[in-house]
């Protein structure tokens, strides 16, 4: 070999090894401190844990090392190079503390979730790409989240979502320390949840479709622009006697209880959503009695009781299934019209004393609040479900980027508020060059809430909508590297959110995107 050629090699390795060893935390930390030197990752190390609750980190912790370089590790109780411990165990406190040096990796904190956000850390001072050697920076890390719900919503009734595609999407939350997934399983288009107690919801009919206007749609971009993402997947199709070929799926009992287990090893919480009383046109078409014509249509006639007992027999399900304590009941977008053409209806508000039709569904949330509550659990709806009067224990969504006062309202009544405006967090809408410094510098949280109100945002999410989204790949255009801002606008406080400070952070992300495989949305592209 020449000398000038071990020369310049050996100056672009270094180049290569130094800009490897820089720390691009996203979320920003509380505190970064960076020393000398670095921890060299070598085969068959022990990654050991404090405590016999740590064992599924550990072996979390253990698959993602190995994805990422190859090797293999080992993990026991006790002492390992790379070391996760419990300190002073308390289940609120989300910080956590993250030390490396030449001898090991020490992350500690005070519960599961918080080791979990300590090992999204240490996965990100992994270099991004295969280099010639493994290693993470010499440094000390402090950091807690400024809010404790940072979520994402998946719409798989539009179009459908394998569980294995589901999972990817919770890997790469738990990279970013999103803890939050809201799953929304019920709709006009579909039903996706399996339940016992109704099985025509997940019938080759119901949960499987004829195409709609936005498969259509879809189909028409995907031959228009060439775009093999805009394709409805060939694995979601199924041949139906007296039907043809239909579109769609469902989720088993087992499928689900699998995804909520895959999720809680990443420290993510699921919050399922089967929407009541309207977007329900799934389980109308189903079990025509639902609806106040019989006819099909939705929303859920609530003047008859049998409606009340389908609601009642699907939550107990969804309570079995989910053990998160947050359920949301949606009651978006509800059609109330149809109630007060319903005699059934009707007689409802008079017999219950109600004003009008907001009232009955007012009426119907707090009935289901209480039945939420009497089985342990708490109800969460969209921002409609002010209307009409709601429980102070109720939690909003906030979506209607266009009704500002919503967040005021609810907050002033006590409510607590999770903030997803579509203005900024709706991840189905079009995209341009500006749409990721928006998300960044926009004031999420209203800028016009006392201490007191503010305490009561417990956070925000993105929603991802899917009428236009039929596969993974148009998800990962649509959600990365978007999805970064979101993370740091939820995790960073405001005070130390920095566009200037974030985005070279955000470009060396998209290595580890690319590294992942993610089919993310460049940052310059005339394409939405
Ligand atoms: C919604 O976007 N209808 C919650
Ligand atoms: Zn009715």
Known sequence: MNKRFTFLTACLLLCVG????AVNIIPKPTSVVEKEGEFVFTKGFTIGYSDVSLQPAATYLQEVLT??????FKTKLGKGKVQISLVLPDENDESYELVSDKKGVLITAHNYRSIINGIATLRQLLPPV??????VPAVTIKDSP?????GLMLDPVRHFFSVEETKKLLDEMALYKLNKFHWHLSDNEGFRMEVKAYPGLTSDTVAW?????????????????NNPSMLLPWKFFKEVEGYGELYGGFYTQEEICDVVKYAAIRGIDIIPEIDMPG?????CYCYRWLSCTQNGVEPLCLGRNTTIEFAEKVYDEVFQLFPYEYVSIGGDEVNRRRWSECSECKKRIESEGLKDVSELQAWFTKKMEKYFNAHGRRILGWDEILEGGLSKTATVHWWRGDHPDVTQKATAMGNEVVLCPFTFLY?????????????????????????????LIKGMQANIWCERIPTE???EWMVFPRVLALAEKAWTPRKDQNWDDFLPRLQAHLQRLDAMGIQYRPLQTKRP
């Open 146 to 150: 400024n809010f404790h719900w940072r």
């Open 279 to 283: 977007h329900n046109g799934a389980a």
């Open 130 to 135: 295969v280099k010639v050697q493994y290693d």
């Open 67 to 72: 994805k990422a370089t190859g090797l293999s």
């Open 18 to 21: 130094t800009a490897m060893a």
């Open 427 to 455: 991840f189905d809408y079009a995209q341009d060059d500006n749409t990721l410094r928006h998300i960044y510098d926009g004031d999420i949280v209203p800028v016009d809430l006392t201490a007191e109100q503010l305490k």
């Open 209 to 225: 479709r004829r195409f709609n206007y936005h498969d259509r749609q879809c189909l028409d971009r995907a031959s228009k622009e």
């Open 473 to 475: 790949a148009r998800m």
